[in-house]
């Protein structure tokens, strides 16, 4: 049995990149937040490392790519084109594992080999028909006479769409940093209600039980692909385009959690009960019976529901930009009083969302007795949902 808040595994990464959006401000290597202290590679005029020990040890990965990119400076290739030609030079050097520690029983042999592509689906599928063109074309181009064939670039560029965590920095903002592959951590399935979390310290990918497990194996194991703070239809949205699954999990099969997880307020105003819907019927009160829905009811709840998702990206978004924590809780506040007597405010994932985010800035401006307050009452929400 693996006990609750056990490590049951930590990976360094395959191959990494830093965004390019944290250029300038973080280590290409180590991902260190030192903006004053970085030194650039004076070759490619590109990279930029914390000290001569990060210098050294990302020159092996960055050698190649230095050249290419003296060549292409200042028409660089995103992110994802970087991340891949490592893949490919790493495979050609013949290095196919990372330096990884796990805790599982039958844990099986991990190399690049191993994980996933998803080649002929991602080859197959037409949403995805430009995006794989554009990553060819900058792929060779970037690569030139080094390239490989293009089934080729896309065996890599599947196993990286599939299975690269985003490497997060959870006490500086922005939260997102970079990009790696992880051989170990990608071995795990999903579920919308996982039993094991991930964290990261610097670029060092660590798993620890959420819950005790029963069974100590990575088959019994299970992390998140999609966001958990979301209604089941959203989270099969992003899982099926990006994943090709139709989500099945215990979560996903309970109808009585995801329409709590959309419940609305009580018309009646003396009564605190969620009101359930289910298909385009609201359900009788079970606390007051109140089953007076308007028309006016109905579509306000249909208008806030539908604006709600896209509002919170877009904010969220903001927050992984860096946006300043004040004027992302000034929206908060803004859209909180808009869902406010229509959405129900201690169940309804939408306001959970738009709370949680309002949580954060004010952690970020160490305004904890706000966060406090918020964090704990979204908590049992969350707990429901997760």
């Given amino acids: 049995m693996a006990r609750q808040g056990s490590m049951l595994m930590s990976a360094l990464p395959f191959s990494h990149v830093l965004y390019d959006s ?19 590679c004076v070759a490619c005029k590109f990279a930029s490392y914390c000290d001569k020990k990060c210098q050294q040890k ?8 230095c050249q290419h990119l003296k060549l292409m400076t200042p028409a660089v290739p995103d992110e994802a084109v970087r991340l891949l030609s490592r893949i490919i030079y790493k495979i050609r050097r013949g290095v196919l594992e990372a330096k990884e520690w796990n805790q599982f029983e039958n844990y099986p042999e991990r190399t690049i080999h191993h994980v996933i ?24 181009r970037f690569m030139a006479n080094d390239s490989p064939s293009d089934d080729d670039i896309l065996e890599i560029y599947g196993k990286v769409i599939m299975n ?5 920095d959870e006490l500086n903002q922005p939260m997102y940093v970079g990009c790696g592959m992880y ?21 060092t990918l660590n798993v620890r039980a959420g819950t005790d497990i029963a069974v100590n194996d990575h088959k019994h194991t299970f992390i998140s692909y999609a966001e958990l703070l979301a209604p089941r239809e959203e989270r099969r949205a992003q899982l099926q385009p990006d994943y090709y699954f139709h989500c099945e999990c ?25 009101i359930i819907r289910i298909g385009d019927d609201f359900q009788p009160c079970t606390a007051c019976t109140c089953s007076n829905f308007s028309a006016i009811y109905e579509s306000s709840v249909d208008e806030i529901t539908r604006w709600s998702p896209a509002v919170y990206h877009i904010l969220q978004q903001g927050e992984h930009n860096g946006k300043e ?41 160490k305004a904890w007795t706000e966060a406090a307050r918020l964090v704990l009452d979204t908590l049992e929400a969350k707990r429901l949902q997760r």
Avoid at 58 to 65: C, G, L, R, T, V
Avoid at 117 to 132: F, G, Q, T, Y
Avoid at 164 to 168: G, K, M
Wanted: charged share 30%.
């Fill in 58 to 65: 990302a020159w092996i990965d960055h050698k190649k790519e």
């Fill in 22 to 40: 944290e250029r300038g401000k973080r280590c290409d290597e180590c991902f260190s937040l030192r903006s004053d202290e970085l030194k650039r």
């Fill in 164 to 168: 690269a965590f985003v490497i997060c």
């Fill in 250 to 274: 215990t979560q996903c099969s309970n109808d009585d959690i995801d329409r709590m997880m959309l419940s609305t307020k009580c018309p009646n105003a003396e009564c605190d009960a969620p």
């Fill in 117 to 140: 592509s998803h080649r002929e689906l991602i080859k197959n599928d037409p949403a995805m028909k430009r995006k794989v063109a554009t990553i060819l074309y900058e792929t060779r």
């Fill in 183 to 203: 051989i170990g951590p990608c071995i795990m399935d999903h579920s919308c209600y996982p039993n094991a979390i991930i964290t990261f310290s610097g670029i």
């Fill in 325 to 365: 924590p004040q004027a992302i809780l000034r929206e908060c506040v803004k859209y909180l009083q808009r869902q406010a007597g229509v959405l129900h405010p201690k169940w309804n994932v939408h306001v959970i969302r738009f709370k949680d985010l309002a949580a954060r800035c004010h952690f970020r401006m």
